[in-house]
């Protein structure tokens, strides 16, 4: 027997009127969706995984290689004068590594929803399935990969002796704003980069560049160019903050912290109601 609400979900879904003229019953469909994709993103989890690394000879090391990459380089600029990064709470190398893990999360997460989607052309146009199912299936394995690389944060810890702080505890927390910045972003730009695929392209020289303009290899300043970018750049205090909970302890980018926590939740949701509107006219589009 099918109940009251069920039915409501089952009318707003195949009625031709446009979801947004709804949107209790929107948001009531998005949320019912979200949670009967769980079973096929795990799949989809599983199956990527799967086949990103059964044709590579190197297999997980792939995970590893660019924080290591990173971290070698500017290690050695630092070590030869050629940049000077200034005094850091613990060991440079240590500090460089920590740093770089948390941007690689951030930037996995930026990419993962438009990887998804594009990666799902064929799918998305055969098939009628939550379409929430790829982002979480992309979230799914960014933290698959983080948690392989957590094996690098473990060794650095034992090689340097670093005593963590009890505030590591609250890493978690930093961990997930982190991953929630990165998502917003990337759900704000599939839209467009479902239609043009400058913006697939363009991301990797981005990033790279907003990394160099974040202190990830370098403390965050308080004056200047850079300190105005430490205090205005989204990314910044939750990367500074989370930083110093694995390492110091408290970080003077609390503030900061919670301010853009609270704004990617808010924008999340906004990022997911462009998402879940625009996407049946991209798949449209798609299949013409």
Not at 99 to 113: E, H, R, Y
Not at 221 to 245: K, Q
């Amino acid at each position: 027997m099918v109940s009251g609400a069920d039915r409501e979900l089952t009318e707003a879904a195949y009625s031709p009127e446009p979801e947004i003229r709804k949107p209790l019953l929107l948001l009531r469909s998005m949320f019912a969706d979200l949670m009967a994709s769980r079973e096929l993103a795990w799949r989809l989890i599983v199956r990527d995984i799967k086949a990103r690394y059964r044709q590579a000879f190197l297999g997980f090391v792939w995970a590893f290689l660019p924080p290591v990459a990173t971290t070698l380089v500017f290690v050695f600029l630092n070590r030869n004068g050629i940049i000077s990064v200034g005094d850091t709470d613990i060991p440079y190398p240590a500090f460089v590594m920590i740093g770089t893990l948390l941007w690689q999360l951030f930037a996995d997460s930026l990419t993962a929803p438009l990887t998804m989607i594009t990666g799902s052309k064929s799918m998305l146009t055969r098939i009628n399935f939550p379409r929430e199912a790829l982002i979480l299936a992309g979230i799914g394995q960014t933290l698959f990969d983080f948690t392989v690389r957590l094996l690098l944060f473990a060794a650095v810890v034992a090689y340097f002796r670093l005593s963590l702080p009890l505030t590591a505890l609250l890493a978690p927390l930093g961990i997930l704003a982190i991953i929630g910045l990165g998502l917003m972003i990337g759900i704000l730009i599939t839209p467009l980069g479902v239609l043009y695929t400058d913006i697939s392209r363009s991301l990797p020289i981005l990033t790279g560049f907003w990394m160099l303009l974040t202190p990830v290899v370098y403390p965050p300043a308080n004056e200047g160019v850079l300190g105005f970018l430490a205090r205005y750049n989204p990314i910044s205090p939750l990367i500074v903050t989370t930083r110093a909970w694995l390492t110091s302890g408290a970080s003077d980018y609390l503030a900061p912290f919670l301010l853009v926590a609270v704004l990617t939740l808010v924008l999340l949701m906004l990022g997911w109601l462009i998402f879940r509107i625009s996407l049946p006219h991209l798949i449209s589009r798609i299949g013409t």
